[in-house]
């Protein structure tokens, strides 16, 4: 059974920065696929970023190309989101996931995630 446990979230203001964590149980963790998902008060959960097994490859929607950045320590079992230049639009409870597909794509869509950590709520104030 994999668990992924979120941190780091919290309030900053416009233009500040968090990196959140993702700390994964289970040495296969280290194999799959891992993404970050949020979702808005009243809105479904959308896609933010995600990186293949290795790191090698990444993949961002379009609206934090240049202000977030993900990646992965698979030593420590942990993924990361360093998020630069918050905007008020990116507040929400942002998610980490897994896919256990072992595949070496790096997925976007939500179906393709197998494992959810329980979230943790970034507020950006205005």
């Known amino acids: 059974q994999v668990q992924l446990v979120e941190s780091g979230g919290g309030l900053v203001e416009t233009g500040g920065s968090l990196r959140l964590s993702c700390a994964a149980s289970?040495?296969?963790?280290?194999?799959?696929?891992m993404g970050w998902f949020r979702q808005a008060p009243g809105k479904e959960r959308a896609f933010v970023a995600a990186?293949?097994?290795?790191?090698?490859?990444?993949y961002y929607t379009e609206a934090v190309k240049g202000r977030f950045t993900i990646s992965r320590d698979n030593a420590k079992s942990t993924v990361y989101l360093q998020m630069n230049s918050l905007k008020p639009e990116d507040t929400a409870v942002y998610y980490c996931?897994?896919?256990?597909?072992?595949?070496?794509?790096?997925?976007?869509?939500?179906?393709?995630?197998?494992?959810w950590g329980q979230g943790t709520q970034v507020t950006v104030s205005s």
């Open positions: 996931g897994a896919d256990s597909s072992l595949s070496f794509s790096v997925p976007r869509n939500l179906r393709d995630y197998d494992y």
């Open positions: 289970g040495r296969t963790v280290r194999t799959y696929p």
């Open positions: 990186i293949s097994r290795t790191g090698g490859s990444t």
